[in-house]
């Protein structure tokens, strides 16, 4: 087995490890996850409170769920994914795919941009950004 698939071997087992326990073991009712810093100092939500719950929620079908516990992690998956897909089929393919859009300065800064600005709404305490609280 060559290093590139060795690596593929290695990230899917991990991912495959990592979804058993998020499906089989709810994050808020076990204490072996890692816990927020951020918020175990601040007592705020950062970008990625609740993503945790979130995953949880969607490998058991309840999108709305995971919707509240963490939008912007749950909007963020189908480019996540594509990523993913891409990098699996560059291992294992001749004909390469080139991921422009991750190497734009636009989308850097957009993405840095909306998650700042999902930070600092989801810790406004005034409806509707409550809605966005983890």
């Known amino acids: 087995m060559d290093k590139k698939a060795l690596a593929q071997f290695i990230i899917v087992t991990i991912a495959v490890i990592v979804l058993s326990l998020l499906y089989f073991f709810y994050p808020a009712s076990n204490h072996f996850y ?15 409170c609740g993503s945790q719950r979130a995953a ?28 993913a897909i891409v990098f699996s089929w560059n291992v294992f393919s001749k004909n390469k795919i080139r991921q422009k859009i991750f190497y734009s300065g636009i989308f850097v800064k957009s993405v840095l941009l909306l998650v700042l600005v999902f930070w600092v709404a989801r810790n406004i305490p005034v409806g509707p950004f409550t809605w966005l609280k983890a």
């Open 34 to 48: 890692p816990r927020c810093i951020f918020h175990s100092v601040t007592g705020l939500d950062c970008p990625g």
């Open 56 to 83: 949880s929620a969607l490998l058991k079908g309840r999108i709305i769920e995971a919707l509240d516990y963490n939008m912007l992690f749950v909007l963020s998956i189908p480019l996540v994914a594509y990523s």
